[in-house]
Protein backbone atom coordinates (compact mmCIF):
# COMPACT_ATOMS: atom_id res chain seq x y z
CA UNK A 1 0.00 0.00 0.00
CA UNK A 2 2.79 2.12 1.06
CA UNK A 3 4.83 1.88 -1.82
CA UNK A 4 1.48 2.45 -4.42
CA UNK A 5 1.45 5.86 -2.79
CA UNK A 6 5.15 6.27 -2.83
CA UNK A 7 4.57 5.48 -6.76
CA UNK A 8 2.00 7.98 -7.27
CA UNK A 9 3.74 10.93 -5.56
CA UNK A 10 6.50 10.51 -7.58
CA UNK A 11 4.65 9.67 -11.33
CA UNK A 12 2.73 13.63 -9.96
CA UNK A 13 6.18 15.25 -9.36
CA UNK A 14 7.55 13.87 -12.40
CA UNK A 15 4.25 15.42 -14.12
CA UNK A 16 4.63 18.58 -12.62
CA UNK A 17 8.18 18.75 -13.57
CA UNK A 18 7.43 18.43 -17.35
CA UNK A 19 4.35 20.97 -17.32
CA UNK A 20 6.45 23.65 -16.49
CA UNK A 21 6.45 26.22 -18.67
CA UNK A 22 9.71 26.39 -21.11
CA UNK A 23 9.92 30.38 -20.27
CA UNK A 24 11.96 31.16 -17.60
CA UNK A 25 10.00 32.88 -14.73
CA UNK A 26 11.16 36.86 -14.44
CA UNK A 27 12.45 36.78 -10.91
CA UNK A 28 14.91 34.00 -12.17
CA UNK A 29 16.42 35.74 -14.67
CA UNK A 30 19.55 37.50 -13.88
CA UNK A 31 19.75 41.25 -13.55
CA UNK A 32 21.88 42.37 -17.10
CA UNK A 33 19.06 40.40 -19.01
CA UNK A 34 16.30 41.54 -17.30
CA UNK A 35 17.47 44.81 -17.84
CA UNK A 36 18.33 44.14 -21.44
CA UNK A 37 14.79 43.02 -21.51
CA UNK A 38 12.64 46.07 -19.92
CA UNK A 39 14.79 48.27 -22.31
CA UNK A 40 14.13 46.61 -25.59
CA UNK A 41 10.71 46.49 -24.86
CA UNK A 42 10.25 50.30 -23.73
CA UNK A 43 11.96 51.34 -27.07
CA UNK A 44 9.11 48.71 -28.72
CA UNK A 45 11.59 46.04 -29.50
CA UNK A 46 10.57 42.07 -29.15
CA UNK A 47 13.06 40.80 -26.49
CA UNK A 48 13.58 36.58 -25.65
CA UNK A 49 15.29 35.85 -22.93
CA UNK A 50 15.62 31.97 -23.58
CA UNK A 51 17.01 30.69 -27.21
CA UNK A 52 15.30 27.68 -26.34
CA UNK A 53 11.98 29.41 -26.21
CA UNK A 54 13.00 30.97 -29.48
CA UNK A 55 13.16 27.68 -31.11
CA UNK A 56 9.83 26.42 -29.29
CA UNK A 57 8.26 29.19 -30.94
CA UNK A 58 10.02 28.33 -34.39
CA UNK A 59 8.95 24.79 -33.95
CA UNK A 60 5.18 25.95 -33.55
CA UNK A 61 5.10 28.27 -36.32
CA UNK A 62 6.27 25.32 -38.29
CA UNK A 63 7.75 27.12 -41.57
CA UNK A 64 10.36 29.43 -43.02
CA UNK A 65 9.94 31.51 -46.19
CA UNK A 66 13.10 33.48 -47.20
CA UNK A 67 14.25 36.20 -49.81
CA UNK A 68 18.08 35.37 -49.52
CA UNK A 69 21.14 37.73 -51.19
CA UNK A 70 23.21 35.01 -50.71
CA UNK A 71 24.35 33.60 -54.03
CA UNK A 72 22.58 30.75 -55.89
CA UNK A 73 25.06 28.48 -55.33
CA UNK A 74 25.36 28.63 -51.83
CA UNK A 75 21.72 28.31 -51.00
CA UNK A 76 20.91 24.78 -51.73
CA UNK A 77 23.64 23.95 -48.94
CA UNK A 78 22.92 26.45 -46.87
CA UNK A 79 18.58 25.46 -46.55
CA UNK A 80 20.17 22.05 -46.32
CA UNK A 81 22.16 22.67 -43.56
CA UNK A 82 19.96 24.17 -41.69
CA UNK A 83 16.80 21.94 -42.19
CA UNK A 84 19.02 19.62 -41.01
CA UNK A 85 19.56 21.61 -37.62
CA UNK A 86 16.16 22.56 -37.19
CA UNK A 87 14.35 19.46 -38.91
CA UNK A 88 10.51 20.87 -37.86
CA UNK A 89 10.93 23.58 -39.60
CA UNK A 90 9.60 23.75 -43.38
CA UNK A 91 12.19 25.58 -45.50
CA UNK A 92 11.95 27.65 -48.60
CA UNK A 93 14.40 29.99 -49.99
CA UNK A 94 14.58 32.15 -52.93
CA UNK A 95 17.28 34.34 -54.34
CA UNK A 96 16.67 37.97 -54.66
CA UNK A 97 19.45 40.11 -56.61
CA UNK A 98 19.95 42.91 -58.81
CA UNK A 99 18.35 46.51 -58.27
CA UNK A 100 14.98 46.10 -60.37
CA UNK A 101 13.92 42.93 -58.47
CA UNK A 102 14.76 44.97 -55.17
CA UNK A 103 13.20 48.52 -56.04
CA UNK A 104 9.69 46.27 -57.17
CA UNK A 105 9.96 43.87 -53.90
CA UNK A 106 10.10 47.16 -51.72
CA UNK A 107 7.26 48.81 -53.35
CA UNK A 108 5.14 45.55 -52.83
CA UNK A 109 5.80 45.64 -49.24
CA UNK A 110 5.23 49.52 -49.00
CA UNK A 111 1.41 48.97 -51.12
CA UNK A 112 0.88 45.62 -48.49
CA UNK A 113 1.10 43.35 -51.59
CA UNK A 114 3.98 41.17 -49.98
CA UNK A 115 2.15 37.98 -48.50
CA UNK A 116 4.20 34.89 -47.44
CA UNK A 117 7.70 35.75 -46.30
CA UNK A 118 9.58 35.79 -43.43
CA UNK A 119 13.08 37.25 -43.92
CA UNK A 120 14.49 39.09 -46.59
CA UNK A 121 18.08 40.47 -48.16
CA UNK A 122 18.14 44.66 -47.63
CA UNK A 123 19.00 46.45 -50.73
CA UNK A 124 22.04 48.60 -49.72
CA UNK A 125 20.75 51.33 -52.27
CA UNK A 126 17.40 51.01 -50.54
CA UNK A 127 18.30 50.46 -47.00
CA UNK A 128 17.26 53.40 -45.25
CA UNK A 129 13.45 52.86 -46.58
CA UNK A 130 12.52 49.46 -45.30
CA UNK A 131 13.14 50.65 -41.61
CA UNK A 132 9.05 50.71 -40.92
CA UNK A 133 8.56 47.45 -42.50
CA UNK A 134 10.98 45.24 -40.54
CA UNK A 135 10.06 43.28 -37.42
CA UNK A 136 11.42 45.14 -34.21
CA UNK A 137 13.17 42.38 -33.41
CA UNK A 138 16.13 43.01 -30.47
CA UNK A 139 18.99 41.16 -31.85
CA UNK A 140 21.76 43.43 -31.04
CA UNK A 141 20.57 42.98 -27.09
CA UNK A 142 19.84 39.40 -27.47
CA UNK A 143 23.20 38.72 -29.00
CA UNK A 144 24.99 41.07 -26.44
CA UNK A 145 23.01 39.02 -23.73
CA UNK A 146 24.37 35.68 -25.39
CA UNK A 147 20.15 34.69 -26.56
CA UNK A 148 21.25 35.03 -29.79
CA UNK A 149 24.76 33.52 -31.40
CA UNK A 150 25.47 36.17 -33.18
CA UNK A 151 28.74 38.48 -33.46
CA UNK A 152 27.26 42.21 -31.88
CA UNK A 153 29.70 44.23 -34.56
CA UNK A 154 27.79 42.78 -37.60
CA UNK A 155 24.16 44.17 -36.29
CA UNK A 156 22.92 47.32 -36.95
CA UNK A 157 23.74 49.29 -33.68
CA UNK A 158 21.14 51.95 -34.50
CA UNK A 159 17.86 49.75 -36.31
CA UNK A 160 19.16 46.81 -34.04
CA UNK A 161 16.67 44.62 -36.42
CA UNK A 162 19.08 44.15 -38.81
CA UNK A 163 22.58 42.48 -39.36
CA UNK A 164 24.90 42.00 -42.24
CA UNK A 165 25.68 38.22 -43.64
CA UNK A 166 28.89 39.29 -45.53
CA UNK A 167 31.64 41.58 -45.52
CA UNK A 168 33.67 42.59 -48.98
CA UNK A 169 37.71 43.58 -48.57
CA UNK A 170 39.71 44.86 -51.87
CA UNK A 171 42.27 44.79 -52.96
CA UNK A 172 45.21 45.32 -55.60
CA UNK A 173 45.06 42.78 -58.28
CA UNK A 174 48.44 42.11 -60.45
CA UNK A 175 49.28 39.43 -63.59
CA UNK A 176 52.71 38.40 -61.75
CA UNK A 177 54.68 37.64 -64.99
CA UNK A 178 54.36 41.10 -66.09
CA UNK A 179 55.09 42.78 -62.77
CA UNK A 180 57.09 41.08 -59.67
CA UNK A 181 55.75 41.42 -56.46
CA UNK A 182 58.45 44.08 -54.89
CA UNK A 183 57.10 46.56 -57.69
CA UNK A 184 53.38 46.31 -56.64
CA UNK A 185 52.32 49.02 -54.74
CA UNK A 186 52.52 48.63 -51.21
CA UNK A 187 50.34 51.88 -49.91
CA UNK A 188 47.80 53.07 -51.67
CA UNK A 189 49.92 56.39 -52.15
CA UNK A 190 51.99 54.01 -54.14
CA UNK A 191 49.79 54.46 -57.26
CA UNK A 192 50.68 58.14 -57.36
CA UNK A 193 54.47 57.63 -57.66
CA UNK A 194 55.61 58.31 -61.53
CA UNK A 195 56.25 54.82 -62.78
CA UNK A 196 52.63 54.13 -62.76
CA UNK A 197 51.63 57.50 -64.91
CA UNK A 198 50.14 56.85 -67.91
CA UNK A 199 47.71 53.59 -68.32
CA UNK A 200 49.81 51.79 -65.66
CA UNK A 201 46.96 50.40 -64.15
CA UNK A 202 43.31 50.04 -64.13
CA UNK A 203 40.54 51.80 -61.75
CA UNK A 204 36.88 51.21 -61.55
CA UNK A 205 34.99 54.02 -62.35
CA UNK A 206 32.36 53.16 -59.48
CA UNK A 207 34.82 53.60 -57.01
CA UNK A 208 33.85 51.51 -54.01
CA UNK A 209 37.50 51.03 -52.97
CA UNK A 210 38.63 54.73 -52.39
CA UNK A 211 35.13 55.59 -50.85
CA UNK A 212 35.69 53.32 -48.04
CA UNK A 213 38.84 54.82 -47.71
CA UNK A 214 36.98 57.97 -45.86
CA UNK A 215 36.34 56.36 -42.55
CA UNK A 216 40.19 55.92 -41.86
CA UNK A 217 41.26 59.18 -44.02
CA UNK A 218 38.54 61.19 -43.60
CA UNK A 219 36.33 62.70 -46.67
CA UNK A 220 39.12 65.49 -47.83
CA UNK A 221 42.20 63.54 -47.69
CA UNK A 222 39.99 60.79 -49.57
CA UNK A 223 39.02 62.89 -52.20
CA UNK A 224 42.25 64.58 -52.58
CA UNK A 225 43.90 61.40 -53.17
CA UNK A 226 41.27 60.85 -55.92
CA UNK A 227 41.87 63.71 -57.80
CA UNK A 228 45.65 62.79 -57.74
CA UNK A 229 44.73 59.29 -58.56
CA UNK A 230 43.11 60.54 -61.76
CA UNK A 231 45.95 63.00 -62.82
CA UNK A 232 48.01 59.47 -63.14
CA UNK A 233 45.66 58.76 -65.94
CA UNK A 234 44.50 55.27 -65.09
CA UNK A 235 42.74 52.77 -67.78
CA UNK A 236 39.19 53.18 -66.59
CA UNK A 237 37.07 50.13 -66.22
CA UNK A 238 33.49 49.42 -65.19
CA UNK A 239 33.20 46.22 -62.68
CA UNK A 240 35.52 43.38 -61.73
CA UNK A 241 34.65 40.25 -64.11
CA UNK A 242 35.83 41.57 -67.79
CA UNK A 243 38.88 43.43 -66.09
CA UNK A 244 40.31 40.33 -64.80
CA UNK A 245 39.68 37.93 -67.51
CA UNK A 246 41.92 40.83 -69.32
CA UNK A 247 44.35 40.52 -67.07
CA UNK A 248 44.46 37.31 -66.85
CA UNK A 249 45.01 37.02 -70.55
CA UNK A 250 48.13 39.20 -70.22
CA UNK A 251 46.61 42.73 -71.62
CA UNK A 252 46.83 44.32 -67.91
CA UNK A 253 49.08 43.94 -65.54
CA UNK A 254 48.00 46.03 -62.31
CA UNK A 255 44.04 46.77 -60.37
CA UNK A 256 43.49 48.69 -57.72
CA UNK A 257 40.80 47.62 -55.69
CA UNK A 258 39.05 44.83 -57.01
CA UNK A 259 36.82 42.69 -54.56
CA UNK A 260 38.16 40.31 -53.39
CA UNK A 261 35.95 37.20 -54.22
CA UNK A 262 35.90 38.41 -57.34
CA UNK A 263 39.71 38.16 -57.73
CA UNK A 264 39.46 34.51 -55.78
CA UNK A 265 36.68 33.48 -58.82
CA UNK A 266 39.41 34.95 -61.26
CA UNK A 267 42.19 32.93 -59.75
CA UNK A 268 40.15 29.80 -60.11
CA UNK A 269 39.49 30.62 -63.75
CA UNK A 270 43.05 30.76 -64.42
CA UNK A 271 44.85 28.73 -66.83
CA UNK A 272 48.13 29.99 -66.45
CA UNK A 273 48.54 30.60 -62.83
CA UNK A 274 49.26 33.96 -63.52
CA UNK A 275 46.77 36.13 -61.59
CA UNK A 276 47.64 37.17 -58.13
CA UNK A 277 46.74 40.11 -55.16
CA UNK A 278 48.13 42.06 -52.67
CA UNK A 279 46.77 43.30 -49.38
CA UNK A 280 47.35 47.29 -48.64
CA UNK A 281 46.51 49.05 -45.62
CA UNK A 282 43.98 49.97 -44.41
CA UNK A 283 42.23 47.61 -46.00
CA UNK A 284 38.93 48.96 -47.11
CA UNK A 285 36.53 46.85 -45.87
CA UNK A 286 32.38 46.90 -46.06
CA UNK A 287 29.60 44.95 -44.58
CA UNK A 288 27.88 43.29 -47.52
CA UNK A 289 24.32 41.44 -47.53
CA UNK A 290 22.22 43.15 -45.01
CA UNK A 291 19.11 41.17 -43.47
CA UNK A 292 16.10 41.36 -41.51
CA UNK A 293 12.96 39.85 -40.40
CA UNK A 294 9.76 41.48 -42.67
CA UNK A 295 6.69 43.18 -40.02
CA UNK A 296 4.18 41.09 -41.81
CA UNK A 297 6.13 37.17 -41.55
CA UNK A 298 4.05 34.62 -40.60
CA UNK A 299 6.73 32.56 -39.11
CA UNK A 300 9.04 35.46 -37.26
CA UNK A 301 11.02 33.08 -35.10
CA UNK A 302 11.81 31.02 -37.78
CA UNK A 303 13.31 34.04 -40.02
CA UNK A 304 15.12 35.03 -36.89
CA UNK A 305 16.81 31.27 -36.39
CA UNK A 306 17.51 31.55 -40.09
CA UNK A 307 19.47 35.08 -39.95
CA UNK A 308 21.26 33.38 -36.44
CA UNK A 309 22.05 30.65 -38.91
CA UNK A 310 23.51 32.82 -41.71
CA UNK A 311 26.04 34.35 -39.25
CA UNK A 312 26.80 30.95 -37.34
CA UNK A 313 30.53 29.21 -38.30
CA UNK A 314 29.02 26.23 -40.11
CA UNK A 315 26.45 28.93 -42.13
CA UNK A 316 29.83 31.01 -42.24
CA UNK A 317 31.73 27.78 -43.87
CA UNK A 318 29.22 27.51 -46.31
CA UNK A 319 29.45 31.03 -47.64
CA UNK A 320 33.12 30.85 -47.52
CA UNK A 321 33.26 27.73 -49.69
CA UNK A 322 30.61 28.75 -52.36
CA UNK A 323 30.38 32.80 -52.86
CA UNK A 324 33.60 32.31 -52.62
CA UNK A 325 35.48 33.30 -49.34
CA UNK A 326 32.87 35.77 -48.30
CA UNK A 327 31.93 35.17 -44.83
CA UNK A 328 32.21 38.00 -42.66
CA UNK A 329 35.53 39.55 -41.52
CA UNK A 330 33.96 39.19 -37.83
CA UNK A 331 33.82 35.50 -37.82
CA UNK A 332 36.48 34.01 -36.29
CA UNK A 333 38.14 31.60 -38.50
CA UNK A 334 37.21 33.05 -41.99
CA UNK A 335 39.34 33.71 -44.73
CA UNK A 336 38.55 37.16 -44.31
CA UNK A 337 39.37 37.39 -40.92
CA UNK A 338 42.47 35.46 -41.84
CA UNK A 339 43.50 37.81 -44.07
CA UNK A 340 43.17 40.67 -41.89
CA UNK A 341 44.10 39.55 -38.84
CA UNK A 342 46.45 42.41 -37.07
CA UNK A 343 46.35 44.66 -40.32
CA UNK A 344 44.56 47.98 -40.10
CA UNK A 345 41.03 47.62 -41.32
CA UNK A 346 39.12 51.05 -42.87
CA UNK A 347 35.21 49.80 -41.65
CA UNK A 348 32.42 51.34 -43.44
CA UNK A 349 30.75 50.40 -40.32
CA UNK A 350 26.58 51.13 -40.09
CA UNK A 351 27.98 54.66 -39.23
CA UNK A 352 29.50 54.67 -43.08
CA UNK A 353 26.65 52.18 -44.71
CA UNK A 354 23.89 54.08 -46.04
CA UNK A 355 26.82 57.21 -47.12
CA UNK A 356 28.83 55.34 -49.57
CA UNK A 357 26.59 56.63 -52.32
CA UNK A 358 27.22 60.19 -51.44
CA UNK A 359 31.20 58.84 -50.91
CA UNK A 360 31.51 57.60 -54.29
CA UNK A 361 29.61 60.28 -55.90
CA UNK A 362 32.32 62.70 -54.74
CA UNK A 363 34.86 60.85 -55.54
CA UNK A 364 33.75 59.90 -59.06
CA UNK A 365 33.50 63.57 -59.61
CA UNK A 366 37.20 64.33 -57.89
CA UNK A 367 37.76 61.78 -60.90
CA UNK A 368 36.65 63.64 -63.41
CA UNK A 369 33.91 61.62 -64.18
CA UNK A 370 35.23 59.32 -66.52
CA UNK A 371 34.45 57.13 -68.82
CA UNK A 372 35.15 53.36 -69.22
CA UNK A 373 37.09 51.86 -71.64
CA UNK A 374 36.27 48.72 -70.46
CA UNK A 375 32.60 47.15 -68.90
Not at 34 to 63: M, P, W
Not at 154 to 159: E, F, L, N, Q, S
Request: hydrophobic share 40%.
Amino acid sequence: MKIGIFKKVALCLSLAFWLVPSSVPAASLGPDLLRAKKDAESKGYIFETSHDEIVAKAKKEGKLRALSGIERDSIHPMREAFRKRYPFIDVLVEEITGTDSNQRFLLEIKTGRVKGWDSTHLSVDLYNEYAPYLKKFDILGMARQGVLNVPTQIVDPTRRDTLAIRSNIQLVAYNKRLISADKVPDTWEDFLQPDFKGRKFLADIRPTEISALVPTWGLEKTLDFARKLALQEPIWVRGNTRPLASMVTGEYSLFIGPNFTSVIRAIRKDPTGSLHYKIVEPVPTRFSDANAVLIGADHPYGGLLWLEFLVSPEGQKIVDEYEPYGASVFTAGSVQEKLTRGKKLSLVNWDHFTKMQGYQAKVVEAYGFPKAAIK
